[in-house]
């Protein structure tokens, strides 16, 4: 489908968070450093962000039941503590230490992308993320969402189809006016598998310098994007 | 409790949209003015109004489904509509006359209001209106909710109290910590009930000028304010 027509059949863009609008491992390398700087951040942040697929995999096989991400980042936590060194932390300090995924920082691009996306979208966020650690996330941050949308609204987790196609029934739309805007391939196919729209956003350093992400173009994406920028450029907003 | 101390407990404000934040009547009156000049939209606006806590009703005690407010809204359209010689209003009409909730104004002091509320609290939206609904009435009127919650989250209608004991379990604060604003003493109450902190906001034009609202004070709310610029006031933002 042509850019212009594109950009005119869609109504919401749904957007995942964690490595598409928030860099999580330069903000974890950012609070290790400044909490335990004895600790590896880089490799702390990567076997962290490394449970996050399993424990999804045990509550969608039903094997833990339903769970927000805040419980499954601590559950994450504390099984990787020991590992760094840091197996004496207290129920406080690993509580703080869990909600530096409320303190995400956004991509530099992603505020001003945001904001020129919603002067003709209604956006969404998509994740998987709770709502409450994505609205503190936002407000810290300055994210202009409309709505924050979560796995949490839908009590199922990306890539279920309940997530994908309740964001088209929350707005009374068909899916093929959502669109989803992600740095991750597995997500869009499950929007695409659902009727949805989708667009990939090059997150070259989501899991940092030192493991550089391959970005390379696939044709099944309507859009593909070096930032939101190009995102808004390409859909036609000034 | 006195107002300082009180400022200080608080992290999240939660507002009921109609009628509080958004005038109903006088928006439903506007509409009628331009599509129907013939109509009374003042009684019209009352009738629609007066089918809302039937139709709740009719949801909280089983005799009908989970039904979004916008098929009940429409539901109670269906049903007025021969009274005020509209009868032949077809489907198209119908529906997009229906959807004047989502383009409802705001109190001349909502917007301003609330951008001084956000400078410290967590905005919220706790109404009985789904997410589609209150995330359009806000773009369109430009109320910077962080978070749009609804009773479509929590699939039950207020005073349910799970919707005002959501709200604090989504934000993982104490109920104590969550404040409702409204200009409704049985909303407020039942949110005081599940431990809730309680704003009455007068809005004595709410049912229209032909017939005005009891809004004097009762000692069972935390806060009494004309406006939401007098709740900014009472809660010490500048």
């Known amino acids: ?32 450093r400044e909490r335990h700087p004895q600790v590896d951040g880089d490799a702390f942040a990567r076997a962290w962000r490394a449970g996050y697929k399993p424990a999804m995999a045990r509550v969608a096989s039903g094997q833990l039941g339903w769970t927000l991400i805040d419980d499954l980042h601590r559950m994450i936590l504390d099984d990787i503590l020991p590992r760094f060194g840091l197996a004496h932390l207290g129920g406080e300090e ?17 505020v001003a992308g945001l904001e020129r996306l919603k002067r003709r979208y209604i956006l969404c966020t998509l994740s998987n993320g709770n709502i409450g650690l994505l609205t503190r996330m936002a407000k810290r941050a300055g994210l202009p969402w409309d709505c924050v949308l979560s796995a949490e609204v839908f009590r199922a987790y ?27 391939h597995e997500d869009l196919e499950g929007a695409r598998r659902c009727g949805l729209r989708t667009a990939y956003i090059e997150r070259p350093l989501e899991f940092g310098a030192a493991q550089p ?20 450029d390409q859909l036609g907003l000034g």
């Open 1 to 32: 489908m042509a850019a212009a027509a594109l950009a005119n059949q869609v109504e919401v863009l749904a957007f995942d968070i964690f490595g598409t609008v928030a860099d999580w491992h330069g903000s974890i390398v950012r609070e290790m």
């Open 94 to 110: 690993r509580e703080d230490l869990n909600k530096v995924w409320h303190r995400l920082d956004p991509w530099p691009d992603s």
């Open 158 to 184: 990306k890539p279920d189809p309940a997530t994908y196609l309740g964001v088209a029934k929350v707005f009374d739309v068909e899916p093929g006016q959502v669109m989803l805007v992600a740095a991750h």
């Open 213 to 232: 992400k391959d970005v390379s173009a696939r044709p099944a994406n309507d859009l593909h994007c070096t930032s939101l920028a190009d995102l808004a």
